[in-house]
């Protein structure tokens, strides 16, 4: 069975401050694709980063970076310098490799608050 | 271009009338996925179209749900006499995915900005 899970409920930082979110999947497929999405208060949610499990290559793109560990089964996204906008949930999410497989398992989200 | 669209935004349902529920994929795109959102939880599968074809329905959790896509683009979700427990958000996303091509691959799914259903 596929399943995510995000650990935190709740995130509480001051801007300027870097805050990592927690994701561990678990999956029996060996392709595989990971997600994470941000939903802000109105609601719609927003792509912002996908891997494939055949490329564990960590990358940064702007304040955004995630660290992929296959050995761990983790995902971990990190926003740099928060800023206030950032404030909103945040899901990671797991899906298959083609067809009807692409449906995508969610966590239960991480509530990111930046506060001024 | 224009985004994935859904109407209405809001509904507000008595107990046991029908709703239907619109979605407006990105044009072109031939995957089409509904999810359910309860309060306070993340999405959760509902049912997959490719192009006019329903290829996956596992996630309904009932007979009174019932979705289609009948020239493979406009989708609408059903559900008949509706319950307090349908009260959620319900999302709706496409991705490009072409078939038949021979390396399988997973698009990116973009979402619309759902439809809140309240059953009273």
């Known amino acids: 069975a596929q399943k995510v899970t995000q650990a935190q409920t709740e995130i509480s930082v001051v801007e300027k401050e870097d805050v990592t979110l927690d994701c561990v999947y678990e999956?029996?497929?060996?392709?595989?694709?990971l997600f994470w999405y941000k939903q802000p208060p109105s609601g719609e949610l927003v792509f912002l980063i996908r891997r494939n499990s055949f490329d564990e290559q960590n990358e940064i793109s702007g304040r955004y970076s995630w660290n992929f560990q296959k050995s761990t089964s983790s995902f971990n996204f990190t926003i740099t310098a928060s800023q206030v906008v950032d404030s909103a949930v945040y899901f990671c999410a797991l899906s298959g490799y083609g067809g009807a497989t692409n449906k995508l398992i969610f966590g239960t989200g991480t509530l990111l608050a930046v506060q001024p | 271009g224009a985004g994935v669209s859904q109407s209405p935004r809001y509904k507000v349902a008595k107990r046991g009338q029908d709703v239907a529920l619109r979605c407006d994929p990105i044009s072109g795109h031939v995957s089409l996925f509904w999810y359910q959102q309860a309060l306070g939880q993340g999405p959760e599968f509902l049912t997959y179209?490719?192009?006019?074809?329903?290829?996956?329905k596992s996630g309904l959790p009932s007979d009174r749900f019932f979705a289609e896509r009948p020239e493979g683009s406009v989708s609408t979700l059903k559900i008949q006499r509706t319950q307090q427990e349908d009260s959620a958000v319900y999302l709706c996303?496409?991705?490009?995915?072409?078939?038949?091509?021979?390396?399988?691959?997973?698009?990116?799914?973009?979402f619309g900005p759902g439809t809140r259903l309240t059953v009273l």
């Open positions: 996303a496409s991705s490009l995915e072409t078939p038949g091509l021979a390396r399988r691959s997973t698009d990116t799914q973009y």
């Open positions: 999956t029996r497929d060996t392709t595989y694709y």
């Open positions: 179209f490719q192009n006019e074809a329903q290829l996956d």
